[in-house]
């Protein structure tokens, strides 16, 4: 009898993660600063989809059909709850990678994704995804592909080992994932905790291994304990890929596109000399100990000439996704000592122009600060990194935004409502950016309230309080309610959120 699972752990749900690297409109904004031209993207596929989070919040705010696969019961009954309460355009499957693969009612893709699986699954499973991409996706679709990566999760390898092994052997038997789990990283601290010879050798180790004590169960159940945890060298992943006829065309971290800010000026020198692209990113990823990479691959790329670029990034709209979109300290010191750029001088122009939460395109933006002398590549860069920073999104155009909106609507609706019974949804959908917008769960709650009628920030405080009781302090979150009121609730109205 044929295990379905092939090693792959089932006992326990994933968790509830979005992922914006796999949002279509998202998308444009990184293909244009590597010079590509960028497909329009009527569908598209996740494999391995997880609870759904992502799949769902694509489908209902943007135009793309979507289709995607998920082989656990649990994973694929929750998507499809939330697919049916927003209405849009999304077929989902409980089917093996193998099953799926095989079917005959697929259409071509013009975007196909999958976040962490590739790590986690067999070298069978592996073949499979590649074949499934040689075959379905289109000339010019976008492949994005999440990965652990090395060298960075190398010196970690042996310590998931010894958890891996602590789990699956010994007193197992009937006794669940997450007990089991508990039992070998209580094992792994206490071993730890002698000054083992590897722990001298790699004394990072033990700061990985306090963010997985305190990590959730379910989260690592996942990420460590199936039967394959392949973490792979980038050079590994091209080959594994050739089959598929898809050619790398850059990280979807926006911050990995300004070398400067990651890179000294002698190993950008260094690597400004390979002119091998799979051996410049081997050599990248020694560079930074790479752990994780997150990148987009097209079959048969075409690069745009300079004026086709130059009218593509023109053309291309942003809107600001947090009240105060700014940079992060370490981000602003590290401009300021850059000298390969502008710095400072090209961020505060933008991060003011777009703090009035208006939908931009970067020729109006070109167009608004170009008299600070400041050129369409600064402006680029400069919007680039504050996208990176996450504040701020490439948005629609309005007739996608107006189709979306309905779909949003309703999903949002019924985001807002499960914030009473739990926190698994933190992510709400915005028709404007085509992906998803973070929302805590006592923001939802006012959100509640407000629907209810109730227009006072004090009384959306005592609203959640009743639902928060003892995790809540009503003098605090009549505070948080007022300052949502003041801020985060414009933003989330200009993003037509709300």
């Known amino acids: 009898m044929v295990d379905r699972t ?9 968790t509830h993660g979005y992922y914006p690297e796999l949002n279509p409109v998202r998308i444009r904004l990184a293909l244009l600063n590597a010079g590509v031209a960028v497909p329009e993207i009527a569908t598209a596929c996740e494999l391995g989809f997880g609870q759904g ?3 769902n919040i694509h489908a209902a705010a943007s135009n793309t059909h979507w289709y995607g696969t998920d082989f656990i019961a649990e994973h694929a009954a929750f998507a499809r709850q939330l697919a049916a309460a927003s209405g849009s355009d999304i077929d989902l499957y409980e089917d093996s990678f193998e ?7 697929l259409p071509p893709f013009d975007h196909i994704g999958l976040h962490g699986v590739w790590s986690w699954v067999s070298d069978r ?3 499979v995804i590649v074949d499934f991409i040689r075959r379905k996706l289109k000339p010019g679709g976008v492949l994005y592909i999440g990965y652990n990566a090395l060298p960075g999760r190398a010196a970690f390898a042996p310590v998931r080992h010894l958890l891996a092994e602590h789990v699956n052997r010994g007193e197992a038997g009937s006794r669940g994932i997450v007990e089991r789990i508990d039992d070998a990283i209580a094992f792994s601290d ?3 905790a002698t000054d083992p010879e590897y722990v001298r050798d790699h004394p990072l180790i033990l700061d990985r291994f306090k963010v997985l004590r305190e990590s959730d169960r379910h989260y690592l159940a996942h990420e460590f304990f199936n039967r394959d945890w392949v973490p792979m060298h980038f050079a590994t992943l091209a080959q594994w890929l050739e089959p598929a006829m898809v050619s790398y065309i850059c990280s979807t971290d926006f911050t990995d596109h300004i070398d400067a800010l990651k890179l000294t000026e002698a190993q950008r020198t260094l690597l400004g000399e390979i002119g091998d692209p799979v051996f410049r990113q081997t050599a990248r990823d020694f560079i930074l100990n790479q752990s994780f990479r997150q990148d987009y691959w097209i079959r048969n790329a075409r690069k745009l000439s300079d004026p ?9 709209r942003v809107i600001a996704t947090t009240d105060r979109p700014d940079l992060p300290f370490k981000l602003r010191a590290a401009l300021a000592l850059n000298k390969a750029g502008p710095g ?3 961020y505060d122009p933008i991060l003011e122009l777009l703090a009035d939460r208006k939908v931009r395109s970067l020729g109006e933006i070109e167009q608004a600060v170009g008299h600070k002398g400041l050129s369409l590549t600064q402006i680029v860069e400069a919007v680039t990194l504050i996208a990176g920073c996450h504040h701020v999104a490439v948005a629609q155009d309005e007739a996608a935004t107006a189709r979306a909106r309905p779909h949003t609507d309703k999903f949002n609706a019924y985001a807002i409502a499960s914030a009473h019974a739990g926190d698994d949804i933190d992510q709400l959908a915005s028709p404007v950016t085509g992906g998803g917008i973070r929302v805590k769960r006592s923001h939802q709650l006012f959100l509640s309230a407000l629907r209810q009628g109730r227009t006072e920030p004090d009384d959306w ?3 959640a309080a009743k639902v928060l009781a003892a995790e809540s302090d009503a003098a605090r979150l009549g505070e948080q309610a007022r300052a949502f009121a003041a801020d985060t609730l414009p933003t989330l109205r200009a993003l037509q959120v709300v």
Do not use: C, K, P, W
């Open 190 to 192: 206490r071993l730890l």
């Open 344 to 346: 400072m001088a090209a």
């Open 53 to 55: 989070l992502s799949i």
């Open 125 to 127: 499973n592996r073949t």
């Open 6 to 14: 092939d090693g792959y752990v089932t006992d326990v749900g994933y």
């Open 99 to 105: 099953d799926f693969a095989s079917r005959t009612d």
């Open 308 to 316: 086709e670029r130059t009218e593509a990034l023109h053309r291309t």
């Open 461 to 463: 405080a005592r609203q």
